[in-house]
């Protein structure tokens, strides 16, 4: 009996820390999913091709703030079938990536004139830079872009990333 909960409670502590991670749809908060349901929308028409197209995990911390959004996921073709040409909402059961398909960089970013850009690719191209230029019209969302320093260096055309170098 002994063994038996504690094996339990180490089933119950994997699930719970799994929950918990950015590799997990439904433990992202509701901004963040609506950014990502846009990359699952744009993958699916893309890369679709009759199969579902599932969420695999955060490549970074989004930003979802007003002025700056960037969201930039992973996604993976998976081996159950479209429910229909236009479904792209999220599936549980639909986890397993389909052999020999690519993994798929989607960027969901505001630009810099104020519209919003997703821009879904395989991951490989993404890498390759060939995508740079196109991704490049997002907001630059560095962190503490926008404290003084940072400002001062923009003016003076400098790129210090150091802070106490200046």
Partial sequence: MDGTLK??????LILLVSAQTSDNYRSLNGLVTKHVDKA???ANQDFGAGYHIAFHSLISTPVTRESILNVNVLL???TCKKASNGAYEHR??????????PVIDCL??????GNELVDCAKKIDVINQQRTEFRGKCIDHRTGGSDLVSRLSKDNKKQSRCLGCV
């Fill in 108 to 113: 969901v970013c505001k630009t810099n004139d």
């Fill in 7 to 12: 094996v339990l409670l180490l089933a119950a």
């Fill in 40 to 42: 699952l929308k744009k």
């Fill in 76 to 78: 993976k073709v998976t």
């Fill in 92 to 101: 549980d059961e639909c986890n397993e990536q389909k052999e020999k398909t």
